[in-house]
C-alpha cells in the first residue's frame, strides 16, 4: 500500500523528467528536441498504448480524472515525450555506443513498465511481459534512425 494517492505517480513521474530535460537540453535546442520528443514519444505512446490495448497486452489502472478516454493517463505520452528529449539530446554518434544507448534506454523503459506493474497501476499481458524489451528496443532504434537520417547525421 502507498502512502499517498497512486494517480499522483503518473504526474511525479512526468515532473521528474521534465526537471531533467529542463537541466539537461540547453535553451537554444529546447525547440529542436521537443519537435522529435513530441512525435516519438508523445505521438508514438498514444498509438503504440492504444494499439496494445485494443489488442488486449496492456492495460492502464488507476488513471484518475486524468484520462483519455480511457485508455491512458493524460501523464504517460507527456513524460514520453520529455524521456525522448533527453534519449534525443544524448544519442551518441558512434555505432558501438549507439546499440548500448539503445539497450540501455529500452532497458530503463521497461523497467518503468514493471515498476509501475508491481505497483499495480500498468498490467502486462503475460506473453507481453517478454515481448515488452523487444518492442522497446524496436521503437528506439526506429526514433534513432529518423532522427538521423532526418539530421543528416552519419555514424562513426
Sequence with gaps: MLF????????LMSLVVAGLALI????KE?????LYGMIFGGVGEVI?????RYIGLVRYRYMG??????L??????????FVFMIFFYLLPVRKVFLITYIICFSALNY??????????LFEYAAIY????PFISILWYSLAAHVYFRSGGIRLK
Design 48 to 52: 503504440v498504448v492504444t494499439f496494445l
Design 111 to 120: 523497467g518503468t513498465g514493471l515498476m509501475l506493474n508491481q505497483l499495480g
Design 65 to 70: 480524472s486524468f484520462n483519455i478516454l480511457g
Design 72 to 81: 491512458f493517463p493524460f501523464w504517460t505520452p507527456l513524460t514520453g515525450m
Design 4 to 11: 499517498f494517492n497512486t494517480n499522483y505517480i503518473y504526474i
Design 129 to 132: 511481459l517478454y515481448i515488452a
Design 30 to 34: 529546447y525547440k529542436h528536441y521537443f
Design 24 to 27: 539537461l537540453i540547453p535553451k
